[in-house]
């Protein structure tokens, strides 16, 4: 599911950072304080407040292994993962690149509601052992004669997991529906960025009817304000997702010719991870200004980069730049290879951080450097053509 910005690290699951989103925290107490008052009526004898606790956080864990499916199956297929963030609208996994072909991106886009599928008929057949499969589906419609607390858990969590599959499968992009549409519509035409815009279109047309459909229930509906809110927003926020989708396509459709060669300072200034850290300070940062450097091996390998601060907080002498340096073990979003095309950069988390991604050949040579500022200009001469 589309989501945004910055976010707070819970954890580490596989390697891949875990985040929240502060409206995370809004949307969980809504949760929570929804689902004690219907827990109070299905299960007095239980703690309510308890219940809807732990129903909230396994709807949000229900969220994140919808994310996760997406993660494992791309990096499966060699796309790093720069980490999953819950937010208002639920989660995203953050690929360090886009797909190169249409299996990769069904494969990735379709992991995530099979993951939700699955979650969904679990409960349903754990909530049939506990009681019986007529229970479970009167838990599912929150009806209050459930009788067991478990059962009304296990039908809620089956309810919203299904609720989640069919909202995924709308085929508007960003969803895992648009997503799959795309990667259908890439297979026929062969072209990407025409696929990513005809996706898009169709989650354009979604949000505006989720727009609609909200305004409806809001001011036609009794007792349906709070619902038709909410969808009007997610609509919104859909449509804003969509059309973003759409004017990215469109710019790396006049860039799609140029390569990372294309646009790179082929005489990139690196530091031997060998110097020592004196030489580093004296001979690099204080000549040049700037505030890191990459760094290479005797072979002119890239093998991480080292800033000034790096260098001058650690005073033993004796120590080289190898031993201060961060270390590129290949994922990290640090390089790129010289034939990539250049809209492959557009997400690329080096770019953003460090305002440069380093330029490598097959072989992992340091052969360039990209810089943001260099990006720039060929992205205003594709929006100026």
Same mark, same amino acid.
């Given at each position: 599911?589309?989501?945004?910005?910055?976010?707070?690290?819970?954890?580490?699951?596989?390697?891949?950072?875990?985040?929240?989103?502060?409206?995370?925290?809004?949307?969980?107490?809504?949760?929570?304080?929804?689902?004690?008052?219907?827990?109070?009526?299905?299960?007095?004898?239980?703690?309510?407040?308890?219940?809807?606790?732990?129903?909230?956080?396994? *709807?949000?864990? !229900?969220?994140?292994?919808?994310?996760?499916?997406?993660?494992?199956?791309?990096?499966?297929?060699?796309?790093?993962?720069?980490?999953?963030?819950?937010?208002?609208?639920?989660?995203?996994?953050?690929?360090?690149?886009?797909? =190169?072909?249409?299996?990769?991106? &069904?494969?990735?886009?379709?992991?995530?509601?099979?993951?939700?599928?699955?979650?969904?008929?679990?409960?349903?057949?754990?909530?049939?052992?506990?009681?019986?499969?007529?229970?479970?589906?009167?838990?599912?419609? %929150?009806?209050?004669?459930?009788?067991?607390?478990?059962?009304?858990?296990?039908?809620?969590?089956? $309810?919203?997991?299904?609720?989640?599959?069919?909202?995924?499968?709308?085929? #508007?992009?960003?969803?895992?529906? #648009?997503?799959?549409?795309?990667?259908?519509?890439?297979?026929? $035409?062969?072209?990407?960025?025409?696929? $990513?815009? &005809?996706?898009?279109?169709?989650?354009?047309?979604?949000? &505006?009817?989720?727009?609609?459909?909200?305004?409806?229930?809001? *001011?036609?509906?009794?007792?349906?304000?709070?619902?038709?809110?909410?969808?009007?927003?997610?609509?919104?926020?859909?449509?804003?997702?969509?059309?973003?989708?759409?004017?990215?396509?469109?710019?790396?459709?006049?860039?799609?010719?140029?390569?990372?060669?294309?646009?790179?300072?082929?005489?990139?200034?690196?530091?031997?991870? !060998?110097?020592?850290?004196?030489?580093?300070?004296?001979? &690099? %940062?204080?000549?040049?200004?700037?505030?890191?450097?990459?760094?290479?091996?005797?072979?002119?390998?890239?093998?991480?980069?080292?800033?000034?601060?790096?260098?001058?907080?650690?005073?033993?002498?004796?120590?080289?730049?190898?031993?201060?340096?961060?270390?590129?073990?290949?994922?990290? #979003?640090?390089?790129?290879?010289?034939?990539?095309?250049?809209? !492959?950069?557009? #997400?690329?988390?080096?770019?953003?951080?460090?305002?440069?991604?380093?330029?490598? =050949?097959?072989?992992?040579?340091?052969?360039?450097?990209? $810089?943001?500022?260099?990006?720039?200009?060929?992205?205003?001469?594709?929006?100026?053509?």
């Amino acid at each position: 599911m589309f989501g945004g910005g910055g976010s707070i690290q819970l954890a580490r699951v596989f390697g891949i950072r875990i985040g929240v989103d502060f409206s995370w925290f809004f949307v969980l107490f809504l949760i929570i304080y929804s689902l004690s008052n219907y827990y109070e009526d299905v299960a007095p004898a239980s703690n309510p407040f308890v219940l809807a606790v732990v129903s909230a956080l396994l *709807f949000f864990l !229900s969220i994140l292994l919808h994310e996760l499916g997406h993660a494992v199956v791309a990096i499966r297929n060699g796309i790093p993962i720069l980490g999953i963030d819950l937010w208002m609208f639920g989660g995203v996994a953050k690929l360090e690149r886009d797909t =190169d072909s249409p299996g990769v991106e &069904f494969r990735v886009a379709v992991a995530g509601p099979l993951v939700t599928l699955a979650i969904a008929a679990l409960c349903f057949g754990l909530g049939a052992l506990i009681s019986s499969p007529d229970k479970v589906l009167e838990g599912s419609t %929150f009806n209050t004669g459930v009788g067991s607390a478990a059962t009304a858990v296990l039908g809620y969590l089956m $309810t919203i997991n299904v609720i989640v599959l069919v909202f995924n499968l709308i085929p #508007g992009f960003p969803l895992d529906g #648009g997503r799959i549409a795309r990667a259908i519509a890439w297979k026929i $035409t062969g072209d990407r960025n025409k696929a $990513t815009r &005809f996706a898009a279109v169709l989650g354009r047309g979604a949000g &505006f009817l989720m727009v609609a459909v909200g305004g409806y229930l809001l *001011f036609f509906v009794e007792d349906q304000a709070i619902a038709g809110i909410w969808l009007a927003v997610v609509g919104i926020f859909l449509a804003q997702a969509a059309r973003s989708a759409q004017a990215q396509a469109a710019v790396a459709g006049r860039i799609e010719h140029l390569r990372v060669s294309d646009v790179m300072d082929a005489e990139p200034v690196a530091i031997p991870e !060998s110097l020592g850290l004196d030489r580093a300070d004296s001979d &690099f %940062f204080l000549r040049y200004g700037w505030s890191w450097f990459p760094v290479v091996d005797p072979r002119g390998h890239l093998v991480g980069v080292v800033s000034r601060e790096a260098v001058t907080s650690t005073r033993d002498p004796e120590r080289t730049v190898g031993s201060v340096m961060a270390r590129d073990d290949g994922g990290s #979003g640090l390089r790129a290879g010289l034939e990539d095309p250049l809209e !492959s950069l557009l #997400g690329q988390e080096s770019l953003s951080r460090l305002g440069a991604v380093m330029a490598v =050949d097959s072989n992992g040579v340091l052969r360039g450097i990209v $810089t943001a500022d260099a990006v720039r200009q060929a992205l205003r001469g594709a929006v100026t053509v």
